[in-house]
């Protein structure tokens, strides 16, 4: 069972990463940017010429790893999903560095016995030789089995409503079967996205597709799109995950000139990631 104050004060420890080329255009690649080898926008974040680090590449450098499976945090892992996030850009990354990023829980919230509990927390990214911050990462994961402790009800963080109007941009990205075994090379390990059994105890029927990537994927889109194709005009995110999804279903991303957006998995007509808004230069 969770101990509020043990995991309100958990130590999650800073991580140093390096990172070059490789890791900027792998990144670009496990969320389907490339797909079309003719557009020379997406071309420069996979490395052709001068290569420039996709704007949400900060959501997996510094990432701690599956910290939650950690025995000492008292957390139900298998069952953990996760429900939303965000970012918030301050200066793009340089093509080559090291950073570090540091997490920290900021906030659990008790929903009630068998109603689960959600946990939020939060990376902030610096440059490890001047501490600059490159970006703050917010998270919330939706713990489903881990409701009942005795924690704080709220507050509850508010959501975004996207307008009650046809979008004015759509945007879409066929993901691949294999897509959340390339993803899972960015640092996220959990097993609900690699193991049918792990899957199948979670409730799922097979391996899901990570968050991040659908996001990722979402992003992508913004940037193609209401960006005009300038990764340095996002400067932040934010949404929530409504559905998870299959590697291999068509996602189509529905976006707003106010920067509201959201994405829909097209084989089933289900939205996947809801209530998003991302902030445009």
């Known amino acids: 069972m969770i101990d ?11 991580v140093r990463q390096s990172y070059g080329p490789r890791e900027c255009a792998f990144y670009a690649l496990s969320i389907g940017v490339g797909q079309d080898p003719m557009d020379r926008a997406d071309l420069s ?18 990432h701690p790893g599956f910290w939650l499976s950690n025995p000492d945090t008292g957390v139900d892992a298998v069952r953990l999903v ?10 793009p990354l340089p093509s080559e560095g090291t950073v570090v990023g540091k997490t920290r829980v900021v906030g659990i919230i008790d ?33 489903r089995g881990d409701g009942g402790f005795g924690g704080p009800a709220g507050p509850v963080k508010a959501f975004h409503i996207v307008p009650d109007t ?22 996220d390990n959990n097993p609900l996205h690699l193991d049918p059994d ?10 899901i597709l990570h968050g991040l990537c659908s996001l990722g994927i979402a992003a992508h889109g913004l940037v193609a799109t209401l960006c005009k194709g300038d990764p340095q005009r996002l400067k932040g995110l934010d949404a ?18 106010d920067g509201s957006f959201r994405t829909r998995a097209v084989e089933r007509d289900v939205v996947v990631i809801g209530n998003g808004l991302a902030q445009v230069a």
């Open 111 to 143: 929903k009630g016995e068998g109603r689960g509990a959600l946990l939020y927390s939060e990376k902030q990214l610096r440059d490890a030789e001047t501490g600059a911050l490159y970006a703050t990462t917010r998270s919330t994961t939706f713990l």
């Open 4 to 14: 509020y104050d043990k995991l309100m004060a958990y130590d999650i420890p800073e």
């Open 82 to 91: 996760h429900g939303e996030q965000g970012i918030t850009l301050y200066a």
């Open 45 to 62: 974040f996979v490395g052709a010429g001068q290569l420039t680090p996709f704007p949400t590449l900060p959501l997996v450098l510094g």
């Open 240 to 257: 929530r995950f409504t559905a998870t999804v299959t590697p291999g279903e068509t996602l189509r991303t529905e976006i707003w000139g």
């Open 166 to 187: 046809a979008p004015e941009i759509v945007h879409e990205t066929v993901t691949r079967p294999e897509q959340a075994l390339w993803y899972r090379w960015n640092g």
């Open 198 to 207: 792990v899957a199948a105890k979670a409730g799922f029927q097979r391996p």
